[in-house]
């Protein structure tokens, strides 16, 4: 019943900007962290960003000052501006809630990718 849909993915030139959007539906994701992950080809998938129901932020370091994530809890979405955008942030991005359960249990819940393609 849990969803996530992503979009806003797309080719774009060096330096150029995207903004990815999530919306969310199934539940109230209002008291749970959410974030954006990638994955390229051949490699693991990364956290990118993620953010606390209260909006703390947390940035891998490849991404620190050109990426900025951001929620609208009313709307159960979470947004991911990237600005400065490097061949090497090609990858499928994806959005993630992680839904506390019994005690410290946590389930992922995971959207089904857009791709992002930085090339010129």
């Known amino acids: 019943q849990v969803q996530l849909v992503e979009s806003g993915g797309g080719l774009v030139q060096p330096g150029g900007s995207l903004r990815l959007s999530c919306a969310a539906s199934g539940s109230d994701f209002s008291i749970y962290p959410m974030g954006w992950y990638r994955q390229a080809p051949g490699k693991q998938r990364e956290l990118v960003a993620d953010i606390s129901s209260g909006g703390t932020t947390n940035y891998a370091d490849s991404v620190k000052g050109r990426f900025t994530i951001s929620r609208d809890n009313a709307k159960n979405t979470v947004t991911l501006q990237m600005t400065s955008l490097k061949p090497e942030d090609t990858a499928v991005y994806y959005c993630?809630?992680?839904?506390?359960?019994?005690?410290?249990?946590?389930?992922?819940?995971w959207g089904q990718g857009t791709q992002v393609t930085v090339s010129s």
């Open positions: 993630n809630v992680k839904v506390r359960g019994f005690r410290f249990r946590t389930d992922d819940y």
